[in-house]
Every structure is written in C-alpha cells, then in structure tokens.
T-cell receptor, first 114, second 110 residues
Framework: DAGVIQSPRHEVTEMGQEVTLRCKPISGHNSLFWYRQTMMRGLELLIYFNNNVPIDDSGMPEDRFSAKMPNASFSTLKIQPSEPRDSAVYFC????????????FGPGTRLTVT | KNEVEQSPQNLTAQEGEFITINCSYSVGISALHWLQQHPGGGIVSLFMLSSGKKKHGRLIATINIQEKHSSLHITASHPRDSAVYICAVGRYISQGNLIFGKGTKLSVKP
C-alpha cells in the first residue's frame, strides 16, 4: 500500500486566500484524522471521521476551518479565509479496527500564510 | 497543567547508551501511543499499548496504568535514533481523541 497520501506537500499563500488540503487514507481504513503541528502547541487533533462521518470536530479552531469526507478514500481540510496564524504542518492519519486502531500518518502539508 | 507530560524535553546521548524517555498522564485512557518524528518531519507510530510491555527490535515500551506512567527505552542507541519521540494517549478504544505530549528531542552522537 502507498500509505496515507497528502497533497500538496507545501503550500504558500497570502492572507485571505482559501486553502484546501487533501488526504487519501490507506485503503480499508475506516477512521481518518486531521492534526495540526506548531512549535508553540505541538500536535493537536482538529477533527476525526469514522466511516466518513465526522465524530469530533471540537479541535477545529473556528468557523474558518471546515473538513469533509465525501467517501472512504478522500478527505479535505479547507481554511477560508486563511490567516498567518494558520501557518503550521497539517497531518492526516488513518486507522482501522483491523490493525488495532494504530494510526498511520501521512507526510504532512507545510502551510505558510504570508 | 498539560494532561500528558514528557521528560526530558531534550536528551543528548552517546552512541551505544541506554536511553529512557518518560511519559505521565492525568486522564483515564484506553491506550497510549509512542510516535517517532524524524528531522524530515514524518511521523511513525512505534507502539500502541494499554498494559504491560512491548518490544520491537531495540525499542521497548512499558506502561503502568495504576501509576499513569509509560516509558520508552532504546537499547544500544545509534545516531539514526535521533528524532523527536512523542507520547500520546487515547481515551477511547476507537482512538479518536488523541492527546499529545510536547515531545522529547533525542540526539545520539557517534
């Protein structure tokens, strides 16, 4: 398997622009997680889906952030409008009951908002 | 106070040394994860455990549920072990809500 795939790997955008991050989980995994990592706060869970349904989005910072999972093989995290404080590395991870819920991480998307 | 505390924050060791990284948590959990993040940024899950001890190669992870404490040991450390090691706890077996420690930055000198 190719592992968790994220795109783009790097994104530089100007404040106020819309940003869309994409994730393809490992085939057969039924849980998908979006995390954010910053120097100040470390890793934080933003939202997670189980069987394509959002289960907990309490980590989503504010209304500017939204996430969707239209099918089992694709998820997006959208920021609109983006702000400099959104600059971080965004990780997607997936897991499955069949592997004991061990999480497999994607390579991350490094977002810089200027 | 953070719900997951790691110590030390930074650790420098000589190649071959035995290394221990500690993690304490204050919430009830169903499982604890040890993750490794290399300088390139990728994150790899090393262990997920809810009791006892697990071993994989030179890495050993232990957990004491009563004391709410876990340790990650590296035997015969090597420069390629240099990375940030992150402890995370999951409250529910379905592993949705992981709470992360700040990480321990390990540097192993040749």
């Amino acid at each position: 398997d190719a592992g968790v795939i994220q795109s783009p790997r790097h994104e530089v955008t100007e404040m106020g622009q819309e940003v869309t991050l994409r994730c393809k989980p490992i085939s057969g995994h039924n849980s998908l997680f979006w995390y954010r990592q910053t120097m100040m706060r470390g890793l934080e869970l933003l939202i997670y889906f189980n069987n394509n349904v959002p289960i907990d989005d309490s980590g989503m910072p504010e209304d500017r952030f939204s996430a969707k999972m239209p099918n089992a093989s694709f998820s997006t995290l959208k920021i609109q409008p983006s702000e400099p404080r959104d600059s971080a590395v965004y990780f997607c991870a997936s897991s499955s009951w069949s592997n004991g819920y061990e999480q497999y991480f994607g390579p991350g998307t490094r977002l810089t908002v200027t | 106070k953070n719900e997951v505390e790691q110590s030390p924050q930074n650790l420098t060791a000589q190649e071959g040394e035995f290394i221990t990284i500690n993690c304490s948590y204050s919430v009830g959990i169903s499982a604890l994860h040890w993750l490794q993040q290399h300088p390139g940024g990728g994150i790899v899950s090393l262990f997920m455990l809810s009791s006892g001890k697990k071993k994989h190669g030179r890495l050993i992870a232990t957990i004491n549920i009563q004391e709410k404490h876990s340790s990650l040991h590296i035997t015969a450390s090597h420069p390629r072990d240099s990375a940030v090691y992150i402890c995370a706890v999951g409250r529910y077996i379905s592993q949705g809500n992981l709470i992360f420690g700040k990480g321990t930055k390990l540097s192993v000198k040749p």
